[in-house]
């Protein structure tokens, strides 16, 4: 594997290597039961599923602010003046730019959390006490291997613009991985960050469907994403409705509702508003206060919800902290064993067009 790396990831200020302490148990398993039928069917088939980066066309030209321009017919200030109702009105080289700063940030939080899922995965094998849910884990921490690879090369050799990981990410990932509770790092990394990042990853299709390269590397990753949440979910079931106490329950309910909270409210693009010299905070106050954009995080919960409703971790207090962020309304969804399907809800796909469309009313 060797690429070009026309623009090298940008390092934190905080510098290039970062230490999380951790102290947990690594359980062996002497027993080797094996009787899990359905996490040693999902080990089985994450072997045969697995693909090599290698093998995708790198050689295809990426050009993002091409694809923004004709995407609008030549147009592109009208859909994005109208429809996103900026804080103040950007010219058409403002917006060509912004829509691939835009793209890189999101590729570059889904790069960082690739390797959040790595190094969780790890953690997962080692904390984990069923043998079949290593075995698992163990070839999900190839898939996240790989996963890093594609992001980062995409970045760096074909979009040649990139970020550091943004500061609430980083948060959320140093608790998933610092936590000593086997179950917390699988409730943290599978159910709430891989969940929000299947649906990413159906937005980030839809945005750039009309280029290839990032789309074969994201219906890859999906399919890979869409087992490794399954594993999440059969790993837990049980777990929360037969064997917890009252107050362990209620550490994972606060675990929940700070998460998501942080998902929804604070993962926001202040590092794009930054470096291309806008406003900051009438910026981040416009990502929030925008219907637009709220509508689209709250579409990342699509998945999330219907998971944490199987698992019993939907308890009256979760509902009531769903309820205030109105993300109560994908409770009716299937959930990620029940069906595999990682299409995006039919609201966002609906937003999307519309926004392509120029269409002023969807705001
Ligand atoms: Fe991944
Ligand atoms: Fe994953």
Same mark, same amino acid.
């Given at each position: 594997?060797?690429?070009?790396?026309?623009?090298?990831?940008?390092?934190?200020?905080?510098?290039?290597?970062?230490?999380?302490?951790?102290?947990?148990?690594?359980?062996?398993?002497?027993?080797?039961?094996?009787?899990?039928?359905?996490?040693?069917?999902?080990?089985?088939?994450?072997?045969?599923?697995?693909?090599?980066?290698?093998?995708?066309?790198?050689?295809?030209?990426?050009?993002?602010?091409?694809?923004?321009?004709?995407?609008?017919?030549?147009?592109?200030?009208?859909?994005?003046?109208?429809?996103?109702?900026?804080?103040?009105?950007?010219?058409?080289?403002?917006?060509?730019?912004?829509?691939?700063?835009?793209?890189?940030?999101?590729?570059?939080?889904?790069?960082?959390?690739?390797?959040?899922?790595?190094?969780?995965?790890?953690?997962?094998?080692?904390?984990?006490?069923?043998?079949?849910?290593?075995?698992?884990?163990?070839?999900?921490? +190839? &898939? $996240? /291997? !790989? =996963? @890093?690879?594609?992001?980062?090369?995409? #970045?760096?050799?074909?979009?040649?613009?990139?970020?550091?990981?943004?500061?609430?990410?980083?948060?959320?990932?140093?608790?998933?991985?610092?936590?000593?509770?086997?179950?917390?790092?699988?409730?943290?990394?599978?159910?709430?960050?891989?969940?929000?990042?299947?649906?990413?990853?159906?937005?980030?299709?839809?945005?750039?469907?009309?280029?290839?390269?990032?789309?074969?590397?994201?219906?890859?990753?999906? +399919? &890979? $994403? /869409? !087992? =490794? @949440?399954?594993?999440?979910?059969?790993? #837990?079931?049980?777990?929360?409705?037969?064997?917890?106490?009252?107050?362990?329950?209620?550490?994972?309910?606060?675990?929940?509702?700070?998460?998501?909270?942080?998902?929804?409210?604070?993962?926001?693009?202040?590092?794009?508003?930054?470096?291309?010299?806008?406003?900051?905070?009438?910026?981040?106050?416009?990502?929030?206060?925008?219907?637009?954009?709220?509508?689209?995080?709250?579409?990342?919960?699509?998945?999330?919800?219907?998971?944490?409703?199987?698992?019993?971790?939907?308890?009256?207090?979760?509902?009531?902290?769903?309820?205030?962020?109105?993300?109560?309304?994908?409770?009716?969804?299937?959930?990620?064993?029940?069906?595999?399907?990682?299409?995006?809800?039919?609201?966002?796909?609906?937003?999307?067009?519309?926004?392509?469309?120029?269409?002023?009313?969807?705001?």
């Amino acid at each position: 594997m060797q690429f070009d790396q026309r623009n090298p990831l940008p390092v934190p200020e905080s510098g290039a290597l970062q230490a999380v302490a951790a102290r947990f148990d690594s359980s062996f398993d002497w027993q080797y039961a094996l009787d899990r039928r359905e996490l040693m069917a999902l080990y089985e088939k994450g072997k045969s599923a697995s693909w090599n980066a290698s093998d995708l066309d790198w050689s295809q030209e990426v050009d993002v602010e091409k694809i923004a321009f004709l995407r609008s017919g030549g147009e592109p200030t009208g859909a994005f003046n109208a429809l996103l109702v900026p804080p103040h009105p950007l010219d058409e080289a403002q917006v060509l730019d912004f829509n691939l700063q835009m793209n890189a940030w999101m590729l570059s939080q889904f790069l960082h959390g690739e390797q959040g899922a790595l190094l969780a995965t790890a953690k997962i094998v080692q904390q984990v006490p069923w043998e079949e849910a290593k075995f698992y884990a163990a070839n999900q921490v +190839a &898939d $996240e /291997a !790989r =996963h @890093v690879e594609v992001y980062h090369r995409y #970045l760096t050799e074909k979009l040649g613009c990139s970020f550091e990981v943004n500061a609430n990410l980083q948060t959320l990932l140093n608790d998933i991985l610092s936590d000593s509770r086997w179950d917390m790092t699988y409730l943290g990394m599978q159910i709430m960050v891989e969940g929000l990042a299947l649906a990413a990853f159906g937005l980030q299709r839809m945005l750039m469907s009309e280029e290839p390269l990032i789309c074969d590397i994201t219906t890859r990753v999906m +399919a &890979d $994403e /869409a !087992r =490794h @949440v399954a594993f999440g979910v059969l790993s #837990l079931e049980g777990l929360y409705t037969r064997e917890m106490s009252a107050g362990e329950l209620r550490e994972r309910e606060d675990f929940v509702m700070e998460a998501s909270y942080l998902m929804r409210e604070r993962l926001l693009m202040e590092q794009v508003f930054e470096r291309m010299g806008l406003d900051t905070e009438r910026w981040l106050r416009w990502s929030l206060e925008t219907p637009f954009m709220q509508g689209f995080r709250q579409m990342l919960f699509s998945k999330v919800v219907p998971n944490l409703k199987r698992l019993g971790l939907l308890t009256p207090r979760v509902r009531q902290a769903y309820e205030k962020l109105d993300l109560l309304r994908y409770e009716g969804g299937k959930d990620s064993t029940e069906d595999a399907e990682i299409a995006p809800p039919a609201e966002l796909v609906k937003l999307l067009l519309e926004m392509r469309q120029g269409n002023p009313a969807a705001a």
